[in-house]
């Protein structure tokens, strides 16, 4: 049995960042436990307030979200913070070598129906002086560790500090995540998608046109079916892709001409884009790589387009 703390002593991750990333696994043993109580944990329901993404803030983001922070100023380690339940970034230690951004419950939606929901964490490298919104204003290629939470049947962990993606099971027993996959591989081909299609008709032409193509199956030119799943939580169907492949897409809509993307690029997409990008897969806007792109703003949204190699591939071809 490998614990979370044999694994990152055994591959030489340097102390400190081996120290933030035991915090972050804490703050989900907690947030883990919270979930597993529902209705009894009292975690259920929205609240009155709205976050600054303007959506009606639920019980358990506020909770995981104050959870996190908590756990986060206990860290000598963190020099600031971004969360997607915050408006501005919150500073911490002067001298924290971190910048962590969170999305402290992904999958909202899926709280109240006792569905999958998880954490996202991004770490960023923090420069001396005064922290300020400007020092998060780095391609996600910086990252210097990225992982998920996904509380499901079994609470599970993905983590990358740029050596390969590895898997661990949070052990109700002993509270430990133990390692259960050392080596993450994305299969390269995949005969499944994942998309929210009620969107369709708000899409440009690129994606109608890949999609159309899925859609088609046998008697199309990509000559085989394709099935579809959608979790409604990006740790749901990311975890999909690691463990089976796949491609998940959260391409630009002009649904409401306001927001043309949905999610977040410092604390969805580019902690994503880390994880399937180490396991063999891509992660893309359709245009660009996403670890690539030059941040302007904290709640920054982006097009999303990740997952098996090969199929993603395919959907870039559409896109010129
Ligand atoms: P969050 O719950 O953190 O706000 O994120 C929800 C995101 C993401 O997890 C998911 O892939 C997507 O929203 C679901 O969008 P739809 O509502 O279009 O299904
Ligand atoms: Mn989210
Ligand atoms: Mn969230
Ligand atoms: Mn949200």
């Not at 907690?30 to 009292?42: F, K, M, N, T």
């Not at 986060?72 to 910048?99: C, M, N, T, Y």
């Not at 999609?211 to 579809?228: C, H, P, S, V, Y």
């Not at 969805?268 to 990008?277: I, Q, R, T």
């Amino acid at each position: 049995m490998e614990t979370l703390h044999d694994l990152l002593a055994s591959r030489n991750v340097e102390p400190e960042l081996h120290q933030m990333l035991l915090t972050l696994a804490d703050c989900a043993t907690e947030i883990s436990a919270l979930v597993r109580g529902g209705a009894l944990a009292g975690v259920l329901g929205a609240t009155e307030s709205e976050n600054v993404q303007g959506e009606t803030q639920k019980k358990l983001d506020v909770i995981a979200n104050d959870l996190i922070k908590r756990k986060l100023a206990a860290q000598p380690l963190v020099k600031a913070l971004a969360s997607e339940e915050e408006d501005h970034v919150v500073a911490s230690h002067d001298s924290g070598r971190f910048l962590i951004s969170f999305d402290p419950l992904d999958g909202s939606s899926n709280i109240d129906i006792n569905s999958l929901v998880g954490t996202i964490f991004s770490v960023l490298p923090a420069q001396q002086g005064v922290v300020s919104e400007a020092a998060f204003m780095q391609p996600g290629e910086n990252q210097l560790a990225a992982c998920y939470m996904l509380y499901g049947p079994a609470t599970v962990m993905a983590l990358t500090t740029g050596q390969g993606t590895w898997m661990f099971t949070l052990d109700p027993t002993s509270d430990e995540f133990v390692l259960v996959n050392p080596a993450v591989k994305v299969p390269q081909q995949t005969a499944e998608f994942a998309i929210n299609m009620s969107n369709q008709r708000f899409w440009q032409p690129a994606m109608q046109g890949y999609i159309e193509e899925l859609l088609q199956g046998k008697a199309g030119t990509r000559g085989k079916d394709f099935n579809m799943r959608w979790i409604a939580a990006m740790v749901g169907d990311v975890h999909r892709v690691l463990s089976r492949g796949g491609i998940f897409a959260y391409p630009t809509d002009t649904k409401d001409p306001a927001k043309p993307f949905k999610l977040r690029l410092m604390y969805e997409a580019n902690p994503m884009a880390f994880l399937v990008e180490q396991s063999g897969g891509l992660a893309s806007t359709g245009y660009e790589r996403i670890m690539a792109i030059q941040p302007d703003h904290i709640h920054q949204r982006v097009a999303v387009i990740l997952g098996s190699r090969r199929e993603v591939e395919h959907c870039l071809q559409h896109h010129g």
